[in-house]
């Protein structure tokens, strides 16, 4: 049984003399603000989950220990729900695997004096311009990057800089928070694209041209750990989107050592202690600059390809790493990964034969293939503002020379096209 406790104001919450359940049997005690998958992991670790939610749903407030509803952009009153807690329940660690949620999870710990990330790097992370200060302030590569306020001061930024250049978002700068601007007219779009009332400030950055490695990492202590890298491919329209990763890198051992310290160089520059981090480099040609640092497992598939590949499940990382314990390391089960995005070239309505989403389950090792699309539903090109990426194919094998057969096989039944009856 769970209790449910709501925080939505600064007026005491009644907290019990005895937590539920198995609360008695001296489980360590872990707050997570939000992720169901974070949850599952905290579960199999047998500790005593409290989870904060807005709101919490209903199936894991059933499952975890103390579910809590609170508002989660007030801080102030969270802090007080969760003190009122610990003064009686003492909690271990605060912790998160959401980029909008990290800097309260790294707030509450510090203020808690509990293990989380520390908050600097959480902010670091979350505000794309403190990134770039503190990797500057620490000698670390980077891009050129100016701030600007309006479409003049991103005219005159772009300039300077040199086109192309990338607008980005200070805050939530992935995705749809980046647009790619080679002319002023497509710098004028970006801006009128992207800047918001609420914060109209936007990040204009030096375009670096260079193949881009997506690197997973542990800290622990303030030592990091490599994971797994992998060479990332990114398309290259309007949005500067990821659509498709290669493991092994291609790097070598030599290139891989180098790109891991560097990047372990710059956690360290943006304040990481103990956590995990998914972190995107590009090698320009004045060598290695960072392009982004998420304070998160990576997204998409990436974390079950680390898995595979490298034995190591990121979330469960990031549990054991706020817990103290050694990170979980089991078997690889691939030597070699493909992962693609499906894409068009053009826009319409799509079609595709569902029977590959079925038939790749009875393939070995097992590929995944999925569509976030129905036959018939619209879809847009690949260079238009808002398109996207449409479904995914990750293939796995033991020898590089099998990758290829195996993506065709799965190509060749799905058939991802534009329907040209309905276009």
């Known amino acids: 049984m769970s209790e449910l406790i709501s925080g939505p104001t600064p007026a005491p919450v009644p907290v019990p003399e005895q937590m539920p359940g198995r609360a008695d049997e001296g489980r360590p005690s872990v707050v997570c603000v939000s992720g169901r998958r974070v949850v599952q992991v905290l579960a199999q670790l047998d500790v005593r989950t409290v989870l904060l939610g807005d ?11 103390v579910p809590m509803d609170l508002d989660l952009d007030d801080w102030t009153t969270a802090e007080a729900a969760l003190r009122r807690l610990h003064a009686t329940h003492p909690v271990e660690a605060v912790l998160s ?9 790294s707030f509450l710990a510090a203020r808690l004096d509990v293990t989380g990330l520390a908050l600097a790097a959480a902010l670091n992370c979350h505000d794309k311009l403190r990134m770039r200060l503190a990797l500057q302030a620490a000698d670390i590569p980077g891009p050129a990057y100016a701030v600007v306020a ?16 990338l607008l980005k978002k200070i805050t939530a700068a992935a995705g749809r928070g980046t647009r790619l601007c080679r002319d002023p007219d497509e710098v004028a779009e970006a801006v009128t694209a992207l800047r918001e009332e609420s914060s109209p400030n936007l990040l204009v950055e030096e375009y670096v041209d260079g193949p881009e490695y997506a690197v997973q990492s542990v800290t622990a202590g303030g030592v990091t750990e490599v994971i797994s890298i992998l060479s990332q491919h990114t398309a290259p329209g309007p949005r500067p989107l990821e659509v498709g990763y290669d493991f092994p890198s291609g790097l070598g051992e030599r290139g891989e050592h180098d790109l891991g310290r560097f990047v372990a160089k710059a ?31 990576p997204g998409g598939l990436l974390c079950a390809i680390t898995e595979a590949v490298c034995g190591v499940d990121m979330v469960r990382a990031a549990a054991e790493v ?76 033991d020898t590089e020379a099998r990758l290829e057969p195996a993506y065709r096989r799965i190509l060749d039944t799905l058939r991802p096209h534009i329907d040209q009856a309905t276009t």
Request: net charge neutral.
């Open 97 to 105: 695997v959401y980029d909008a949620h990290l800097p309260l999870a």
């Open 150 to 165: 309006d479409e003049g001061e991103a005219h005159a930024a772009a300039r300077r800089i040199g086109h192309p250049v």
């Open 322 to 397: 706020a817990l103290g314990r050694p990170v979980t390391r089991r078997a690889p089960t691939a030597r070699y990964a493909r992962y693609r995005c499906v894409t068009f070239e053009a826009s319409g309505r799509v079609a595709y034969d569902p029977r590959a989403l079925t038939d790749a389950r009875q393939q070995a090792p097992s590929p995944v293939v999925s569509m976030d699309v129905d036959p018939g539903e619209a879809v847009l090109a690949l260079d238009h503002p808002d398109g996207g990426t449409y479904g995914r194919v990750v293939v796995y094998a």
């Open 55 to 65: 709101p919490t749903p209903l199936d894991l407030a059933c499952v975890v220990d």
């Open 267 to 297: 956690l360290r520059a943006l304040g990481f202690d103990d956590g995990i981090a998914h972190t995107q480099v590009r090698l320009g040609p004045a060598g290695p600059m960072v392009v982004n640092v998420g304070a998160r497992p």
